[in-house]
């Protein structure tokens, strides 16, 4: 426990430091990043391939790859060479499990190295968010016990265990910055360049990669993209409490949610579309249909729906009475509502408001504070959609009320 209390009092460092950076280049105009220029430079100096059609950009403050022209279905997007892949050295050497602690070191030797790092135009392009696993426990208190607080230093921990530290003391600054790089942008095969600046979004995801003997590949799929949109890959089959932990962000839609009852132990997931349409309890088939990368084709937001709807009224009566019952327990028994969290978040964001330092420790755990709550809100507004849906599919199974 000493040896990771001690690792996330270095990962508050690392990320902070880096925050920093990253506050500052976000006043910047959206339209141009001058580190992307040089890491795009710096690939095709070194054999890749950039298409000259994407760019990064801001949208509603998060940084992303979007399309500066249309972009035709097939385009292959970056050519990444082998020699440039930080864990995989080739189609035939790929990188596995038990690879990844060397991965995280050589990624740490290449971040200490510098600007002497063959690297360094990649390296110091990454940007770190603030992850569950850095916050103060006055800011992981906010979760009310929802997941993913019981397990939000997995990594570090896996790290401790399983990889050890460079020294008594544990893990170093190298090694703490390059563990959190992996774990939020590794693909894989490793760390690709340009390749993990792309955001994730199931429903909207257009890009692919693709391994080849000369290199990566990340190439349009499901159809054009037109100028103007994002770029999206997806990161699988997660649920929203993991996507929380590992990318510190919940996908719009669609999003899978799981609980666990209190009273039976049962576990009880549902996937949320917009417009408050639920399926829950999906089935193996149902998610892989979702995700299936292999589509020829995006389907729009309305197919997702009509599937969802089609789920729900596959399912027995009991199942629904089941699933809204213990939904309904699981609201009643946390401390405040999806209403109440509403009032407090506004008194809360006018509070960090008036703090005159943004980047002091007491302003970012006000900033961690106020990510908890937004996200035990959109677990427990989810859940109602939900138990709302279960309850009305049941009426209609049962032709009278519940």
């Not at 506050?23 to 100096?45: C, E, H, I, T």
């Not at 790290?159 to 544990?170: L, M, P, S, V």
């Not at 095969?189 to 692919?208: F, R, S, T």
């Not at 006018?350 to 990510?371: G, H, K, M, Y």
Request: glycine share 8%; net charge negative; aromatic share 8%.
């Amino acid at each position: 426990m000493m040896r990771v209390t001690s690792f996330l009092l270095l990962l508050v460092s690392i990320i902070s430091r880096t925050s920093l950076v990253a506050a500052s280049s976000s006043a910047s105009s959206s339209s141009g990043d001058d580190g992307f220029v040089r890491l795009v430079a710096w690939m095709r100096r070194y054999g890749g391939r950039v298409d000259a059609r994407m760019d990064v950009a801001e949208i509603n403050g998060v940084r992303g790859i979007v399309a500066l022209a249309d972009i035709e279905d097939g385009a292959e997007l970056l050519h990444c060479p082998w020699s440039l892949v930080i864990g995989s050295t080739g189609l035939h050497d790929q990188m596995q499990t038990k690879d990844m602690c060397r991965v995280v070191r050589e990624l740490a030797d290449e971040f200490g190295a510098g600007d002497a790092s063959l690297w360094w135009p990649y390296l110091e392009h990454i940007q770190l968010p603030r992850l569950a696993a850095m916050w103060e426990p006055s800011a992981s208190e906010e979760l009310q016990g929802l997941s993913p607080s019981e397990d939000a230093t997995r990594h570090l921990v896996w790290f401790a265990q399983t990889c050890g530290g460079k020294d008594d003391r544990g893990i170093d600054a190298e090694e703490m910055r390059s563990l959190v790089s992996f774990v939020l942008r590794a693909s894989e095969v490793g760390m690709v360049p340009i390749y993990d600046l792309l955001n994730h979004h199931n429903g909207e995801k257009n890009a692919k990669l693709r391994l080849s003997d000369a290199g990566v590949q990340l190439v349009v799929v499901g159809g054009p993209v037109r100028q103007g949109q994002e770029l999206y890959l997806s990161y699988g089959v997660k649920t929203a409490s993991t996507m929380y932990r590992d990318y510190g962000f919940v996908e719009a839609w669609p999003c899978c949610w799981n609980w666990k009852d209190a009273a039976s132990g049962d576990n009880f997931a549902f996937v949320m579309f917009p417009d408050g349409v639920a399926a829950i309890n999906p089935t193996a088939d149902f998610l892989r249909q979702l995700w299936n990368s292999k589509s020829a084709v995006r389907k729009p937001v309305a197919e997702f729906q009509a599937s969802a709807r089609r789920h729900m009224d596959s399912l027995p009566v009991e199942e629904l009475v089941r699933f809204a019952r213990a939904a309904r327990t699981h609201l009643e028994g946390l401390p405040t509502t999806w209403r109440e969290d509403g009032a407090i978040l506004g008194q809360k964001k006018e509070l960090l408001a008036q703090t005159p330092d943004a980047n002091d420790a007491a302003s970012r755990t006000a900033q961690d504070v106020i990510s908890a709550i937004e996200y035990r809100s959109t677990f427990k507004k989810a859940l109602e959609s939900a138990l709302i849906s279960s309850e009305t599919a049941a009426r209609i199974l049962m032709g009278q009320d519940l």
